[in-house]
């Protein structure tokens, strides 16, 4: 009996700190949009997509996790890359356009005792095809 102590009360202490952690975690939801398929039209349909998560500002504040926030410092980026696109392909025709997330990561930090924040895209990979 002595010996199944210590190894209880290691289990109950694993399982307290195993409750007690924050579940609050560094991690949003993916962001995701498709423009609809506009079907009018032949020819062979022509995918160009790229990874824009460097090129998007981080965003900060007092909540991170906003969806909002993060579609609004992506809106730039995204518009910018959409743009030339169109203009490299001027006999074609913008199909279909959208974008998926994959993480986001999130820095928390306090200052002057308050709660700030900071975040940003690991993954944005914008999607185009044209016709």
Avoid at 14 to 42: D, N, Q, V
Avoid at 62 to 78: E, I, V, Y
Avoid at 105 to 111: A, D, K, L, M, N
């Amino acid at each position: 009996m002595a010996r199944k102590w210590p190894l209880l009360a290691l289990l109950l202490m694993g399982s307290i700190l195993t409750l007690a952690w924050p579940r609050g975690s560094a991690r949003a939801e993916p962001l995701a949009f498709s423009s609809p398929r506009h079907t009018a039209g032949t020819g062979r349909i022509r995918h160009v997509q790229a990874d824009l998560a460097r090129t998007v500002e981080s965003w900060q504040g007092t909540d991170c996790h906003s969806p909002g926030k993060a579609r609004a410092a992506l809106r730039p980026a995204l518009a910018n890359w959409l743009g030339y696109r169109m203009i490299d392909r001027p006999g074609r025709q913008l199909v279909r356009w959208g974008y998926h997330s994959g993480d986001i990561w999130h820095e928390v930090r306090i200052v002057a005792r308050k709660r700030q924040c900071r975040a940003g895209f690991r993954r944005l990979i914008v999607f185009a095809e044209f016709r």
